[in-house]
């Protein structure tokens, strides 16, 4: 069935550093939706990109649809501690289930 | 404005015990429902969808079971609980098939 690869599964920065998370697919996406997960609590959807190349912001947030449909990518400027969370990258299959990456937890270094 | 409530927040059950968690949703009709697990650390693993009264889809073969007796709720259960089927249980819901998922605020299920 369809898969999505998600890297990295941690990343450790700083207060104040840039994150970045990657979702990879081997065949073409008809879309990509994110999620963000914080400590102890539910999904909650951020974003759902469709269009080839597309490109859109939300405040610190940028997320990026490859121009081949295949990659996404979420860029988080200056992180602050309201960010801390695990960020799921996700694709519906046709058969209308989401499969979800595995997440990149997001870690504050203290 | 719609929202989904699920419960309980936690539950410690005996092995063998039976299950029944509910979620419901208010203020949409005919919604898509979703029963997710989720093991610590991990990603989300599909357990039933459904897209209308009566209508079950089955992903995993397991323990569990699910029902949908009205449009807005949705139903987890299962007749003999197994120490795998600890973890947390997530509910969603969508308005359109390919669009986004809203969660309850899930259930953490130990069996012990």
């Known amino acids: 069935g369809q898969q999505v690869m998600q890297i990295p599964q941690y990343q450790h920065v700083q207060e104040g550093e840039d994150f970045t998370t990657y979702c990879n697919s081997s065949?073409?996406?008809?879309?990509i939706q994110w999620y963000k997960q914080r400590p102890g609590g539910h999904p909650v959807f951020l974003i759902q990109?469709?269009?080839s190349g597309e490109v859109k912001k939300q405040k610190r947030l940028t997320f990026q649809f490859g121009e081949a449909k295949k990659n996404s990518s979420l860029h988080i400027t200056a992180t602050q501690t309201t960010d801390v969370g695990t960020y799921f990258c996700?694709?519906?299959?046709?058969?209308?289930?989401?499969?979800w990456g595995a997440g990149t937890k997001l870690i504050i270094k203290p | 404005s719609q929202t989904i409530h699920q419960w309980p927040a936690t539950l410690v059950q005996p092995v063998g015990s039976p299950l029944s968690l509910e979620c419901t949703v208010e203020?949409?009709?005919?919604?898509?429902l979703y029963w997710y697990r989720q093991a610590a650390g991990r990603g989300l693993q599909l357990l039933f969808y459904?897209?209308?009264?009566?209508?079950i889809s089955s992903e995993v073969p397991q323990n569990l079971s699910a029902s949908r007796p009205q449009d807005r709720q949705f139903i987890l259960s299962s007749k003999k609980l197994l120490l795998s089927d600890s973890g947390f249980y997530l509910c969603?819901?969508?308005?359109?098939?390919?669009?986004?998922?809203?969660f309850g605020a899930g259930t953490r299920l130990s069996v012990l």
């Open positions: 996700a694709l519906y299959n046709s058969n209308y289930q989401l499969i």
């Open positions: 065949t073409t996406l008809s879309n």
């Open positions: 990109l469709v269009k």
């Open positions: 203020g949409t009709s005919n919604p898509n």
């Open positions: 459904s897209v209308g009264i009566g209508q």
């Open positions: 969603a819901w969508s308005g359109i098939e390919g669009g986004p998922q809203y």
